[in-house]
């Protein structure tokens, strides 16, 4: 008899993609100077840390409706995130090359995003 393998948040491509994307932005926002952080590091860290957040939080809640609630939530967050980045492109407070990848991690979002909604609710019941 085959075990049924169960979906794991790890498992989620749209989950993956915005840790991974969270920790390489902690890690350029926090080697700023203070009026940086102060400002637009800390709302940068937030919303980018708000997308996996998001996801996590909806994957763990019982009800279809209340799991694609907190992915839409992720996905603002996304769009939220692209705003900073542009902010600290401007400000020049990150490299080309940084915000290049931080902009191409966050186009893939949007559609990963929609994905989970629709295997959520195609899968889920209620």
């Known amino acids: ?9 790890n498992d989620i491509q749209a989950y993956k993609i915005a840790f991974k994307l969270s920790n390489f932005v902690w ?20 919303s980018i840390d708000s997308i996996s957040a998001n996801i996590a939080e909806g994957f763990g809640r019982f009800s279809k409706k209340d799991k694609i609630r907190f992915y839409r939530i ?21 490299s080309a090359e940084d915000y290049n990848h931080i902009f191409l991690e966050l186009q893939k979002l949007p559609k990963e995003i ?3 909604i629709k295997f959520t609710t195609e899968k889920l019941s209620k």
């Open 114 to 116: 929609n994905h989970l």
């Open 74 to 94: 992720g996905k603002g967050s996304v769009f939220e995130s692209l705003d900073w980045n542009e902010k600290s492109k401007v400000r020049s407070l990150i």
């Open 1 to 9: 008899m085959e075990q049924k393998k169960y979906l794991q948040l």
């Open 27 to 46: 890690d350029i926002v926090n080697k700023w100077d203070y009026l940086a952080k102060k400002t637009i590091g800390a709302q940068f860290v937030d």
